[in-house]
C-alpha cells in the first residue's frame, strides 16, 4: 500500500523568506500526487496535483512542486511568504488502483513569523 | 458551481449515544468519501461510494460505524455507540470518477465525544 511521509510537524519561517515542505511518498510505479492546505476549522483546499505531465507544478497561492522519481519526492515551495500562507499543508497520494483513493500524510504546520 | 455540503457543523454527544452526518456532494461527482481527521493526524479514509455502491470500507469500524448513499447522491454517516476516541473531525468529499481526478472536501463535521 501507498504511504506519505513528512517530515516536520511544524514549520516556521519569516515573512519574505522561502517556504520548503517536504513530502516523500513509497511506490513502484509513479503516483498521483497532491498538495492540500487546511485553514483553522475549514476542509481541505488543493493547492496543486502532478497527474504525470510536467514534472514542475505550479499551484494557487504562488506555490510549486516539483515531483522527483529518482527521490520519490513532491517537496512543496513558495519564494516568499506571506502571513496568509500560515495554516496547515497536507501532502497526499492518490492509489493506482480502481479505486483512485487518497492517502494523506500527517500534515505540516507552517507559521509565519512576521 | 456549489461545492461539498456537510452538516452539523459541530456536535457534542456522550460516549454510547449516537451521531449521524449528512453530506451532499457537488452536483455531478459520482464518487463520495468519507474521510476521519483526528486532532494532529491526516485524514483517514473511512468508507468510498460509486454512486450508491461501496468501493472501499476496509478502515470503516463496522462494529459502531455505518455510512449509506441510497440513491446515489447525498450520504449519511451514522456512529453508534460512540466511544470517546472518535473524537475528530469527519470530512465528506467528492469527485468525478476518472484517473488523476481532484477530490473536493467539504468543511466537515467535528464531533466531540465526552
Known amino acids: 500500500a501507498q504511504s506519505v511521509t513528512q517530515l516536520g510537524s511544524h514549520v516556521s519561517v519569516s515573512e519574505g523568506a522561502l517556504v520548503l515542505l517536504r513530502c516523500n511518498y513509497s511506490?513502484?510505479?509513479?503516483?498521483?500526487l497532491f498538495w492540500y492546505v487546511q485553514y483553522p476549522n475549514q476542509g481541505l483546499q488543493l493547492l496543486l496535483k502532478y497527474t504525470s505531465a510536467a514534472t514542475l507544478v505550479k499551484g494557487i497561492n504562488g506555490f510549486e512542486a516539483e515531483f522527483k522519481k529518482s527521490e520519490t519526492s513532491f517537496h512543496l515551495t513558495k519564494p516568499s511568504a506571506h502571513m496568509s500562507d500560515a495554516a496547515e499543508y497536507f501532502c497526499?497520494?492518490?492509489?493506482?488502483?480502481?479505486?483512485?483513493?487518497?492517502?494523506f500524510g500527517s500534515g505540516t504546520r507552517l507559521l509565519v513569523r512576521p | 458551481e456549489a461545492g461539498v455540503a456537510q452538516s452539523p457543523r459541530y456536535k457534542i454527544i456522550e460516549k454510547r449515544q449516537s451521531v449521524a452526518f449528512w453530506c451532499n456532494p457537488i452536483?455531478?461527482?459520482?464518487?463520495l468519501y468519507w474521510y476521519q481527521q483526528i486532532l494532529g493526524q491526516g485524514p483517514k479514509l473511512l468508507i468510498q461510494f460509486q454512486n450508491n455502491g461501496v468501493v472501499d470500507d476496509s478502515q470503516l469500524p463496522k462494529d459502531r460505524f455505518s455510512a449509506e448513499r441510497l440513491k446515489g447522491v447525498d450520504s449519511t454517516l451514522k456512529i453508534q455507540p460512540a466511544k470517546l476516541e472518535d473524537s475528530a473531525v469527519y470530512l465528506c468529499a467528492s469527485s468525478f470518477y476518472s484517473s488523476g481526478n481532484t477530490i473536493y472536501f467539504g468543511e466537515g463535521s467535528w464531533l466531540t465525544v465526552v
Open positions: 497526499a497520494v492518490s492509489e493506482v488502483d480502481s479505486s483512485y483513493k487518497l492517502i
Open positions: 511506490s513502484s510505479v509513479p503516483p498521483y
Open positions: 452536483s455531478g461527482h459520482a464518487t
